[in-house]
């Protein structure tokens, strides 16, 4: 069964069929540009509403969310429509912009150790309008404040691109339809080679963003398993093809582990593979959150400072990451995975 945001506009023009043809217009504005539900857009007939929410209703199941002690991220806990497999959304607010860290898949097969969501194993893949409706639903919230989603990242649970057709098709969707610019939609990924060629080779421009976490094969094997599939020469052989054909930089995700990735060799080694990609490539060091399972710690922030002022000095441009939602287990997968969150965040149901 189909849910209300997948069909295409031609699919929905043909559930119309017997409609007047400017239903289709209102209904397909309402839906996104004005992220109503069918049943609330009110220049719709009242039957004909009724019969949209019929028969395609909404995918997200709202299970639970939790909003930080400063209101600047929310995070979502959803079941999807067969009532199965939690994912996860992630609204976070900034000065300048309003953020949507969006789910590809519920679960993720690439097993890094260190992330609670490839500890939970895979168990399928988002549609287009699964991953759509994400946007959709934290649009509304978004509007609350009288805010605008203007950001898209694909580094919510799953690999993006194992799901390369779907999470394109949400590409186009929040590009043309929503209107999200190309230069604010990332696609993230593990490093899987023929999904970042696939992406080479489409039409938009969108940032390309790799989790990388190690700069050598052995130690990348280890913390990201399907390096030994997709070794770090042939990597970066695909991130300077793309760059070469997108003309767009490509960020390197790097969760900092002490003692396993935060070492002065490990900011020389990564420092040698962004130089060789000359200055388009751009470092985001991570500090990472704490996941039950995985016996290692984050980096201090004494050592992230290191880590960063080292790369700077050799010349290469890195930033780090604002750590968002720690108290909110707001790292990939933790909600999911049930883990409790701390005292003094409050749960969106027990709001005055």
Not at 230 to 258: G, H, Q
Not at 316 to 331: D, L, P, S
Request: with cysteine; net charge negative; aromatic share 6%.
């Amino acid at each position: 069964m189909k849910s209300l945001y997948d069909p295409t506009r031609d699919e929905i023009a043909t559930i119309l069929e017997g409609e007047p043809k400017y239903r289709l217009d209102q209904l397909w504005t309402g839906l996104y540009t004005h992220f109503k539900r069918p049943i609330d857009i009110s220049n719709l007939p009242a039957a004909l509403r009724t019969r949209i929410e019929s028969e395609l209703p909404e995918s997200l199941i709202e299970i639970r969310r939790e909003t930080s002690e400063d209101g600047d991220t929310v995070k979502f806990l959803w079941h999807l429509l067969e009532g199965q497999h939690p994912i996860e959304t992630v609204l976070m607010y900034y000065d300048d912009r309003a953020t949507v860290c969006v789910s590809t898949q519920a679960g993720c097969a690439m097993a890094c150790g260190f992330c609670a969501t490839g500890q939970a194993g895979f168990n399928r893949h988002l549609s287009t309008g699964e991953i759509v409706e994400q946007v959709v639903r934290s649009a509304r919230e978004a509007a609350l404040r009288d805010r605008r989603i203007d950001n898209i990242v694909f580094m919510g649970m799953g690999e993006p691109l194992a799901n390369e057709e779907a999470v394109w098709g949400a590409v186009e969707r929040l590009h043309e339809d929503i209107g999200i610019s190309a230069r604010h939609l990332t696609i993230s990924t593990v490093g899987i080679i023929p999904g970042i060629k696939t992406l080479t080779k489409r039409p938009l421009p969108v940032n390309l963003a790799v989790s990388l976490h190690a700069a050598r094969n052995e130690l990348r094997n280890e913390l990201v398993p399907i390096n030994t599939r997709y070794p770090l020469e042939d990597l970066m052989d695909t991130c300077r093809t793309y760059l070469f054909e997108k003309r767009r930089r490509v960020t390197f995700e790097w969760a900092l582990i002490s003692g396993v990735n935060d070492t002065d060799r490990d900011a020389r080694e990564l420092a040698g593979l962004c130089l060789d990609l000359s200055p388009a490539a751009h470092v985001n060091l991570i500090p990472l959150n704490p996941t039950p399972g995985w016996p290692t710690v984050g980096s201090s922030p004494a050592r992230v400072a290191a880590f960063q002022r080292l790369l700077r000095d050799l010349g290469v441009n890195a930033t780090v990451r604002q750590n968002r939602g720690t108290e909110i287990a707001a790292a990939c997968g933790q909600l999911a995975a049930g883990q409790p969150v701390s005292v003094g965040i409050r749960n969106s149901r027990e709001r005055d």
